[in-house]
């Protein structure tokens, strides 16, 4: 199949002979920054992108998707929850409470946010059941024989140096009532009966649950302190706490996850484009050696210009070949690119070679995922940068007087 006039002119201006090996070369470095640039900024794209991800799954893993409060505190738990429970898309509720105080066990001893917690319940608001390592949490509930039960985070436990059926001790600040008196914070024994790993190192260096009538009593009160809800898509949250109080009053409070934890997904998105416009940059300049590539090509080809202008060709189709000249340069570093990007990407999100502090991002490795929008903008935006870049040399091209052009060859 014969190639249109214009497309064919361009490809043979691109493949050069050896005495203009110099445009060729300038143009094969313009298609491999595009390439360059293009791929840098895919990686980049999908590196933020399975962070948010990991980071959100695991956040909405081991936390709940609502939470839930009341102006003047939960009067009836179970009553609320049962309500809560009706409300469209919620699929579980539980009545939690929570205080701060500090795990002891022999010299050891570390912070601790206690949760109390319904074992039964709360395995439907949080993927708590499923991050078990070593118990259970029905062991939590509460018994009239031996110490009651508490499960820990693992790092947690491995600081304190405890396992299964060892002891701890919580220190807490509240005061503790008896028939002598008001006294101050004493400690409070409890048997480990089950160790977790929910993946987030704030929940395994720093949380214990227990049953929550002892959590009641490790806190000093006397009811939950919120209901926490899970929905069956955790992007319709929103919807279901801005529902709460017009179905149950207005003194019901309630927060969806993505608000609780709106400062780190803002942070997470302002790195995403920082980083995608730095990495951009990197196309632009691709772009820039497009535009030397083809004026030096105009002013090397301004006899052969003059010469097609002279034999019938427009103004226009002068024009046409040089925008394809530019294009084939944007479409082959544009393919190569997404090539090459597709390809670190799968290698570095299977093999996992990229790993991170986890005191810092809360995963040990960093998680590559290209959402396919993300994918076809980069394309897109490349080849319109390369499209841009065509334009000026494209239209002096085409104006080029052949009179002037022939006048000294």
Known sequence: MDLPFELFV???????????????LISFISVLGVAVGVMALLIALALMTGLQGELRDRLVGSTAHVYVWKVGGID???????????LPHVIGAAPVVLGQGLAQSGDANAPIMIKGIEPALEVTVTDLGRAMQAGSLDALKPNQEGLPGIVLGKDLAAKLSVSINDSVRILTPQETLTPFGVF?????AFKVVGIFSLGLLEFDSGY????????????GKTR???????????????????????????????EDWAESNKQLFQALWLEKMGLSIAIGLIV????????????LLVMEKSRDIAILKTMGSSSASIRRIFVLQGLIIGLLGTAAGAIG?????????RYKLIHVPMDVYQVSYVPFKLEVLDG????????????????????QASKLDPAQALRYQ
């Open 284 to 295: 632009m300049i691709a772009a820039l050696n497009i535009v030397a590539s083809l004026v």
């Open 341 to 349: 990007g597709l390809s670190l990407i799968y290698v570095l999100d």
């Open 184 to 188: 101050g914070a004493r400690p409070h």
């Open 76 to 86: 009836n738990a179970d009553a609320d929850v049962r309500r809560l429970r009706e």
């Open 10 to 24: 361009a490809v043979r201006y691109l493949l050069a002979r050896r005495k203009q090996a110099f445009i060729s």
């Open 224 to 254: 939950p302190e919120m209901i926490e809800l899970r929905t069956d898509d955790l992007f319709v949250a929103r919807s279901v706490a801005d529902e709460i109080p017009e179905r149950l009053g207005t003194d019901y409070l309630a």
């Open 376 to 395: 076809l903008v980069v394309i897109a935006c490349a080849v319109l940068i390369c499209f841009v870049a065509t334009i000026y040399p494209s239209r």
């Open 208 to 219: 214990g649950f227990v049953h929550l009538s002892d959590g009641e009593r490790l806190v």
